[in-house]
């Protein structure tokens, strides 16, 4: 029988080599454990049919269950949860009950900005104007769509000064208050701003940094859209 280290022949009987004394027939040396199994409760070899399959599918279960509660328990969960339901619904217009400006040009008052119109707007004197929005229950603001200018018709856009900037104030149901800055573009037409905020009750905006304001015109702002989840 040849050595298995240096390969020197030795009788069938020998246990050692005369050559160099290593083990001629050494025994079978059992597998290395994976990294997993060498952590409790998994560093035990067991036996086929001792329930290991069974045992790991629950501390599986477990340790899933345990992730995703806590992972929904935080503000950040709730929010990309809340963010799929809006990718995933449907949303839908809702109208404010009342409307309320802090300044208006005579013949282009605030409630121009939701009469569905976009040849009619609101017209405010100078750039730090407001309007608020009150809805009569709360709801999940989905989306705002602005449509800056005069009018959404390209001839008549530019015929008064429009807001490049707008702040968002939301106060929601328990009084907490959100702002958020709005930057609009200087074109026609409406301006989708996706926004998910939940327990909506009032919406304030305030025009900022204006753009073709000059003696004997006004900024203008034609129609502002708001949309729940449904």
């Not at 069974?54 to 809340?82: H, K, S, Y």
Request: glycine share 8%; net charge positive.
């Amino acid at each position: 029988m040849p050595c298995p280290s240096c390969a020197t022949p030795n009788l069938p009987s020998r246990r050692f080599c005369r050559r160099c004394a290593a083990e001629l027939q050494p025994a079978a040396k059992a597998a290395p454990l994976p990294w997993w199994r060498t952590v409790w409760p998994f560093r035990r070899r067991v036996r086929a049919s001792s329930g290991r399959g069974v045992r790991l599918l629950v501390i599986l279960a477990v340790v899933l269950a345990l992730c995703a509660g806590g992972f929904l328990l935080l503000p950040a969960g709730r929010a990309l949860l809340e963010d799929t339901r809006d990718k995933l619904g449907k949303a839908k217009p809702v109208t404010p009950v009342g409307i309320e400006a802090s300044a208006e040009v005579p013949g282009h008052p605030a409630k121009n900005s939701t009469d569905g119109l976009s040849d009619r707007y609101w017209g405010a004197p100078a750039p730090g104007a407001s309007v608020t929005y009150t809805f009569g229950k709360p709801f999940r603001l989905v989306d705002l769509i602005i449509t800056n200018g005069a009018s959404a018709k390209p001839e008549a856009y530019a015929g008064q000064a429009r807001a490049l900037q707008v702040t968002m104030e939301v106060t929601s149901q328990d009084g907490e208050k959100r702002t958020k800055q709005l930057t609009l573009s200087d074109k026609p037409g409406p301006q989708p701003i996706p926004t998910g905020i939940s327990d909506v009750r009032t919406i304030r905006l305030v025009l900022r940094s204006p753009t073709g304001l000059a003696k004997g015109r006004h900024l203008a702002v034609a129609e502002v859209e708001f949309f729940q989840r449904s």
